[in-house]
């Protein structure tokens, strides 16, 4: 935030604007959803808030190097236009602002995990590159430094170089399977946790849900499967019964459920069962005529019937 004009040292000093802000480098937009419970959350547990130069406290002091307050935020207030923050100053920062040494107030703030909602304050910053929405510090700058990656990874803001690096790339690797997980839930684009839940929520059930009807359509095909055997079955042992075949009841049950598992086998079983034919043949002896004796005997004389017949007297 710029600075208030005029000769005088300022006692409060404007920290946040109110509503949505995006900072002059691109970055944001944030807000501020709650401004009673930042206040709330910011001076929990502390007095004062350092108020330092360029953000030395996060940019030099973490490698050791100088990093004084001007001066301590000891209240803050929430007003139409944001978040107030009046100013304890301390000799160097009198005489900073008597020489009109900045020319404004960039401050330093926490988000939530959607990295847009405000929830406290950290500290503040005299600078001359004022941004106002740069997501930690907010001078204008075209990168981030080692602790503000380390805070946006959930990590201590003086974490080594090298974890740093392992965090990114487990980092790196969880983004790369957020996109899978997306593409498997049936969504694109950006998405929350809960809309990928949900979303593979819907796809397993889908596939429980396939996977039933495929069992029952198998069921019901099994059925079809027996009825058409049974009745395949059936009708060639009627086939075979009408042929003189003999077929017990229990030799019919046999050859269906043998028809149901192989269909080929029972038929062969039932086109080779033994038949007992329609007409029957009688063997009781037979009374013979006259006439056939005559044929006989003359037959065995070599003679002819009529000679036979003349010898004996019949003629």
């Known amino acids: 935030m710029t600075l208030p004009e005029g000769n005088d040292v300022p006692q409060w000093i404007h920290l946040l604007p109110a509503g949505d802000f995006r900072g002059t480098d691109g970055r944001g937009p944030y807000t501020v959803p709650d401004a009673e419970k930042l206040i709330l959350h910011t001076m929990q547990g502390q007095k004062r808030l350092v108020l330092d130069e360029n953000h030395a406290t996060d940019l030099a002091a973490v490698k050791g190097g100088s990093a004084p307050a001007v001066g301590w935020i000891v209240e803050l207030q929430a007003r ?31 988000v939530d995990a959607s990295g847009k909602a405000v929830t406290r304050l950290v500290r503040a910053s005299l600078t001359n590159l004022p941004n106002l929405t740069l997501t930690e510090l907010h001078t204008q700058e075209t990168g981030m430094n080692p602790s503000d990656i380390a805070r946006r990874l959930g990590l201590p803001e003086n974490t080594p170089q090298a974890d740093l690096e392992a965090a990114l790339s487990r980092a790196g690797q969880a983004l790369q399977l957020h996109t899978q997980v997306v593409g498997l839930a049936g969504l694109s684009g950006e998405q929350t946790v809960e809309a990928i839940v949900t979303g593979l929520k819907a796809k397993t059930s889908a596939v429980q ?15 079809l499967q027996e009825q058409a055997s049974r009745t395949a079955a059936e009708a060639a042992l009627k086939t075979a019964a009408d042929g003189g075949a003999v077929i017990t009841e229990d030799m019919k049950a046999e050859l269906i459920t043998l028809h149901m598992q192989n269909p080929a086998s029972a038929e062969k079983i ?14 009781t002896q037979r009374k013979t005529s006259a006439s056939d004796d005559d044929t006989k005997v003359a037959g065995l004389l070599g003679i002819k019937v009529e000679d036979m017949k003349k010898m004996r007297g019949d003629v």
Request: glycine share 10%; no cysteine.
């Open 270 to 283: 039932i086109s080779g069962l033994p038949k007992l034919g329609t007409s029957v043949e009688r063997h």
């Open 80 to 110: 139409q236009d944001g978040i107030w923050g009046r100013v304890d100053w301390n000799r160097r920062g009198n005489a900073l602002m008597q020489d009109k040494a900045y020319r404004g107030v960039s401050p330093a703030f926490a």
């Open 209 to 223: 849900t396939h996977a039933q009807q495929v069992t029952a359509l198998e069921a019901q095909v099994k059925t």
